[in-house]
């Protein structure tokens, strides 16, 4: 069985190799590798060194050295054929069983060609409209000529009647990329001169054929990898010549530089102008389903009018592309070129190879092209995308041997999130006790790539410092979903809990204390409390209780929905306080009113109770995010004061795992209301009202009684621990 060279490297490059050595020694990282005892001969001191970016071992004790499926047959005494099939199931890339699956193809003379007819209108914005990917009929050219003549002329496509019954929408490979926009202003007519056809320097015989590596020749076998090469620069080359897709970009705030650095490029108007460039590569262009054929049999090219987003393997070589629509009306907004023999985009993230290019140690998966290109432009390495599926347990098990934690930002909307739980799931097979997973929502709807350009790239590394961990996110998640007020809301939850747990490694703490610490939320509401205590301890002691407040609202803003004076006044019984006949009768009518706010002579902390409360129904969920719409909308001088202390409060509770400040804000607005009380009291003394007097003295009394039994009845709570 002959197996084709490229699928052993995918092999090679995708297998876990720390993984594979780990089961019979033990590795260290040292530095940017992992060092120990060598497996193959006995020896005290570690000399035995893996390199997980390049995926070798070598051992300077006794010189030995290789790869994955030397290891695997050298060590583990399997065969050849053994250990390929042992890292396909590993990979789960399949290994053909047929040999003509390889990267090589049959180039054949160029097809006969017909020109352009004479006084060819160009395309206008609205063919590019419905140009490609439409979910309606104009999708295909005689629709088009039949909607408005002005479009396209059809004899330009020698017989165009010929491509009746393109193939459906479903057929693209269409990738489910976040949403973002393109100034329409920036997309105009004028570009497009071509009717679909290459322009001038691409079709005359001259030196620049060379340049992009097209070969007259025909009488040798042709490579799928250099025919992707070729492709490449064809389609970077265009983004120069085409000055409308090249603004997309700079609209976007990517520099020249960034251009080079991930080869984008622009795929042009036309149904063929692969054919036209590649006129011996046809069979390679359809091997590689960038040219498809249509029910009539007509040939066509899957990407058109899009910017192209090159896709590499670990090896930096071009394996497919992506291309986004320059009109956001058009469906589907990112196509991927589908799988081929050198692409399989379950086992391929984009970036990654640029990302080890720039030796990134801290690793980010995120959802989109924009997303990766915009963080490495800020300097920040390490940030990858999967090709339009979810990432998968290898690929996560792989980032997380090159960093122990990992980082998942996904948008924050439901479908984002959802993407973000069934990255979760995935990956606690892998989620061995040294590893860690976190989950990283950024505020107001931003992207990391809208993020960084509102914000700039410090702000974007606070935030992915400030991740939530793992253990965090999955109590706020679940909590979102059950009634967390019934028990059998909790039980629901903790049920749940249970469920994703077992799949967490054989003999993995972390199991139990994920357990315990959920448990603890649920019934233990002491435990948090006294968490945050020892966190706002931590922060700043010297803070007066207003200011601790404050920012446990800004940390906990719906606490407000239910407003914490009046469920005092209501559970404490002083709205229902028995005044003796004689005082009732001269009493006021609001005399048992509940403070408010106002009452407190309180201005920063009635500006923050006040703001959230106009704002609450439009808060994100993500507790830093929420905080941020908050101060943004506070008084300038205030939101000054407050935005100092906010960051580190956050990440002092974060630190400690704490969500919920229920108990803490309950204490704190009680000392508010008794102090505030005793100031009444005061006031009531230099100035004699007998009547008022009675009732303050009456209330202060009893919402002492009611503070005291509160706080015994919390102490004498036993969270007991289950595993």
Not at 148 to 157: A, E, G, K, P, V
Not at 258 to 283: C, M, S
Not at 292 to 307: A, F, H
Request: aromatic share 8%.
């Amino acid at each position: 069985m002959s197996i084709p060279n490229h699928i052993l490297e995918q092999l090679n490059s995708q297998a876990d190799l720390i993984s594979i050595i780990g089961r019979h020694t033990t590795l260290k990282r040292a530095g940017n590798e992992y060092k120990g005892c060598c497996p193959f001969h006995g020896e005290k001191s570690p000399s035995f060194y893996v390199n997980p970016q390049k995926n070798i071992y070598h051992c300077f004790g006794c010189g030995v050295g290789g790869n994955a499926i030397s290891f695997l047959r050298d060590y583990e005494s399997l065969t050849f054929i053994e250990a390929v099939n042992e890292l396909s199931k590993q990979t789960g890339i399949e290994v053909p069983k047929e040999e003509q699956q390889n990267v090589s193809y049959q180039r054949g003379a160029p097809k006969p060609i017909a020109p352009p007819a004479a006084n060819v209108p160009g395309p206008t914005i609205e063919h590019s409209k419905v140009n490609q990917g439409s979910t309606n009929q104009d999708s295909h050219p005689n629709n088009i000529a039949q909607n408005d003549q002005s479009y396209i002329d059809q004899s330009s496509y020698d017989d165009a009647q010929g491509y009746d019954n393109f193939p459906p929408l479903d057929t693209y490979e269409s990738a489910p990329y976040s949403m973002d926009s393109y100034p329409s202003e920036l997309y105009s007519s004028n570009h497009a001169d071509d009717g679909g056809y290459p322009p001038v320097w691409l079709t005359e015989t001259d030196a620049g054929m060379d340049s992009i590596g097209i070969d007259q020749t025909s009488d040798q076998d042709g490579n799928l990898y250099d025919l992707l090469e070729q492709i490449q620069q064809f389609y970077q080359r265009n983004l120069h010549t085409h000055p409308h897709a090249k603004q997309y970009f700079l609209s976007r705030g990517l520099t020249e530089e960034t251009f080079e650095t991930f080869g984008l490029g622009y795929a042009p108007f036309g149904w063929q102008h692969l054919e036209h460039q590649f006129p011996q590569d046809i069979e390679g262009l359809k091997a590689l389903g960038l040219v498809r054929q249509s029910e009539s049999g007509r040939d066509y090219d899957l990407l058109r009018d899009r910017v192209i987003f090159p896709i590499r393997d670990n090896q930096g070589r071009t394996i497919g592309f992506g291309g986004r629509a320059l009109d956001d009306e058009i469906k589907p907004k990112y196509i991927n070129s589908s799988d081929s023999p050198v692409f399989h985009k379950q086992h391929v993230l984009y970036g990654y190879y640029e990302s080890r290019q720039q030796r990134a140690n801290d690793w980010l998966v995120v959802e989109g092209y924009m997303d990766v290109i915009a963080l490495y432009q800020a300097g920040i390495y390490g940030a990858v995308a999967s090709m339009g599926t979810a990432i998968n347990e290898s690929q996560i098990s792989r980032l997380l041997t090159l960093n122990p934690t990992l980082t998942l930002s996904f948008d924050g909307d439901s479908a984002g999130q959802k993407a973000a739980w069934r990255t979760l799931e995935v990956a606690l097979p892998v989620l061995a006790d040294d590893k860690e997973l976190r989950f990283l929502t950024l505020p107001n709807n931003h992207d990391p790539d809208t993020f960084i350009k509102s914000h700039g790239s410090d702000a974007m590394r606070e935030q992915i410092s400030q991740a939530m961990p793992l253990s965090q996110y999955i109590f706020a998640y679940l909590s979102e979903r059950y009634d967390m007020s019934l028990a059998e809301g909790k039980a629901k939850l903790m049920s749940q809990v249970r469920s994703l747990t077992t799949a967490l490694p054989k003999g993995s703490s972390f199991r139990y204390l994920l357990n315990n610490d959920i448990y603890q939320k649920l019934g233990g509401r002491r435990s948090q409390n006294v968490e945050a205590k020892d966190a706002l301890l931590d922060f700043d002691g010297d803070m007066t209780i207003s200011q601790q407040l404050q920012l446990c609202f800004l940390f906990q803003p719906r606490a407000l929905i239910d407003d914490p004076i009046e469920s005092i006044w209501q559970q404490s019984g002083l709205t229902r306080l028995q005044l003796p006949a004689h005082i009732q009768k001269k009493a006021a009518s609001d005399a048992l009113r509940a403070i408010a706010w106002e009452d407190l002579q309180d201005a920063a902390l009635l500006n923050v109770v006040t703001t959230i409360k106009r704002c609450i129904k439009y808060l994100p969920t993500d507790a830093n995010a929420a905080a941020h719409f908050v101060l943004s909308n506070l008084d300038q001088s205030h939101q000054v004061t407050l935005s100092s202390s906010w960051g580190g409060f956050y990440r002092a509770l974060t630190a400690r795992n704490v969500l919920s400040l229920d108990d803490l804000i309950e204490e704190l607005v009680s000392s508010l209301l008794e102090r505030n009380i005793k100031k009444k009291m005061q006031e009531l003394i230099k100035n004699p009202d007998h009547i008022k007097q009675a009732i303050v003295r009456m209330q202060a009394q009893h919402l002492s009684n009611w503070l005291r039994a509160q706080h015994a009845e919390r102490s004498s709570q036993m969270v007991t621990v289950q595993s």
